[in-house]
């Protein structure tokens, strides 16, 4: 009885968002890629996929879901690595998927700013604004697939942090359907604007717990005339902090990414990628992939950068060093760092993390943690890699062969979880970076924020969203 009550009641909603949006795009079959995570650790079970065309739909939505106490997990480019856009297993929640909504509305290059819908693909925002001679500078693996909402959602990092910032710092204005279905707009662009709280900067990073975000204004900057990608071996992760300190004293503001890659790492790319080779002829501990711009000409940026390296080497931060000669040897160096993640999951499951430390800090945390590891499991193989120039590294752990199977490690995850964050924590960091808590560090959260930061969290979750109906367990 009870069942055919329920069965009835979802008819009755199914048909209601048949109503809102067309059939063609309620979707209750074959939702296996919505269902799953990018990691493939999450499998959830959707009550339905519904793909809205705008926020006027979605805010009816969101009032069908309220009446009927239907949660919604909200869904952009489905890349999350925290298995922030799955549904739970209930069967009973509503994956709200904003692809449809991808139109560019509007390019000011005086404000420089560009206003686009919140399905748009991250890689076709960049493409459109290189069309119009501009940058929008966040740039990560995931580009091709991930899409603004989510970057919002997420607050993403990347690897342009170091110079132009993650997403919260792009972002201009917003519209976003809350929790009520009100639609909050606020598309305004403007550098100023001190009239009371910045809401905006509530939904980001908020990871669909507060709101739908549905249109964001962005920060657009010249685009760069002259690029330089260079790749280092060194022998340590302190002399890289050094080689970021020289660098920074000789490029200043034109470093816009430096990042660690360990041998391990990057032995993964060349054995799992196809076409991937090395960039240096020798094998090295430890190296950086970093990269510099300039709005101005290419020799001027070719003389810091051939000094900085030449002070390196002098003071034995560096043994070895190889510039790209063109765009397609850069994009051949971007592939050795930008395909870690793909090679390592190809190479056995890791225990993962994304991890921040005040960059002084990085090499100690490194050294500490690494012998904790190393100590109580010997052989452990340590994936390390990441934005060294942001103080985030992706820390993942893959199991010692000779004592364990992948199964076997992953009966500690917890253990290994502790250990790591525990160490974060001594130095003052943070459990996640960059990729968001999603479901995967809710608990986890509990043991490194205050009372008071989660108290005022639960606070804003509870004036926003009273009912609970916006991607429940997560976060918090
Ligand atoms: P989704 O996965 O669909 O959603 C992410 C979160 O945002 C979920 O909690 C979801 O509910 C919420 N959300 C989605 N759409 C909306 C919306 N419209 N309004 C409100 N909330 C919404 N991340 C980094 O920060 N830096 C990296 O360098 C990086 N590299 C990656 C490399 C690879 C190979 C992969 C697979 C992932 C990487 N990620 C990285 C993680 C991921 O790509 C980012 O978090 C990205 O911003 C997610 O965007 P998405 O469109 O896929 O969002
Ligand atoms: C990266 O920097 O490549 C990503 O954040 C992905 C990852 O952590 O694996
Ligand atoms: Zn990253």
Known sequence: MQNVRMQTQNNSFLDGLRTIVGASHVLTDDLGFYELDWRKKYHGK???????????????????????????????????????????????????????LNAIRAIDLVNNTMTVEAGCILQTVQETATAHDRLYPLSLAAEGSCQIGGNIGTNAGGVQVLRYGNTRELIMGIEVVLPSGEILESLRGLRKDNTGYDLKQLFIGAEGTLGIVTAAVLKLYPKPRATQTVIVGLQSPTAALKLLNLMRSHLAERLTAFELISALSLSLVLKHIPGQRAALADQFPWYVLLEAND????????????????????????????????????????????????????????????ISVPISKIAEFIERTDALLEAKYPGVRIVNFGHLGDGNLHYNIAHPVATHTEASWFALYEEVNELVHDSVHHFGGSISAEHGIGQLKREQIKRYKSDTELKVMRAIKAALDPLGIMNPGKVI
């Open 46 to 100: 959707a009550l339905a996929v519904v793909k809205p065309a705008n926020a006027g739909e979605i805010s009816q939505i969101i009032k069908l879901c309220a009446a009927h106490r239907i949660s919604i997990v909200p869904q952009a480019g489905h890349t999350s690595l925290v298995g922030g856009s799955v549904p739970n297993e209930s069967g009973e929640q509503l994956v709200l998927n904003v692809a449809r």
């Open 295 to 354: 709005s101005q000409s290419i020799a001027q940026l070719e003389l810091a950068m051939q000094t900085a390296l030449e002070e390196a080497f002098e003071a034995e931060l560096i043994q070895d060093a190889v510039l790209s000669k063109n765009e397609t040897e850069a994009k051949q160096f971007w592939g050795l760092r930008e395909n870690i993640t793909e090679a390592q999951t190809i190479e056995s499951k890791n225990i993962k993390h994304d």
